[in-house]
């Protein structure tokens, strides 16, 4: 039996939700110790690196929840929801290192 399309995406937002939050404390622990006057650079390459580690980890989540949804006919719909919600965890994330 293949579980209800809001549950699925219930459960999406909530591991999203744990993914997001570890990836800001990796983040905010990798980069404490730099001073962002002298090392912008890096700074900027770790923020990019973070934020593709974040997407990557947000899709492979996003691809394990369709495959267990099976092939239900609000599967492309599913699709739709959890690219945006990939799209607004990384621009969320986005926003918040650079307010750093």
Do not use: C
């Not at 549950?7 to 905010?28: C, G, N, P, Y």
């Not at 006057?37 to 690196?49: H, P």
């Not at 580690?53 to 699709?79: D, F, V």
């Amino acid at each position: 039996m293949n579980p209800d399309i809001n549950t699925v995406k219930a459960r999406f937002r909530d591991e999203a939700s744990e993914i997001h939050l570890r990836a800001m404390k990796t983040f905010e622990y990798n980069t404490k110790k730099l001073d962002r006057r002298k090392d912008e650079n890096v700074f900027q390459q770790l923020t990019a690196r973070y934020a593709d580690e974040l997407k990557r980890e947000l899709s492979q989540m996003a691809e394990k929840l369709l495959t267990q949804y099976g092939g239900g006919t609000n599967k492309h719909l599913l699709y739709q929801d959890f690219a945006h919600q990939i799209a607004y965890y990384v621009s969320e994330w986005l926003l918040k290192v650079r307010s750093m």
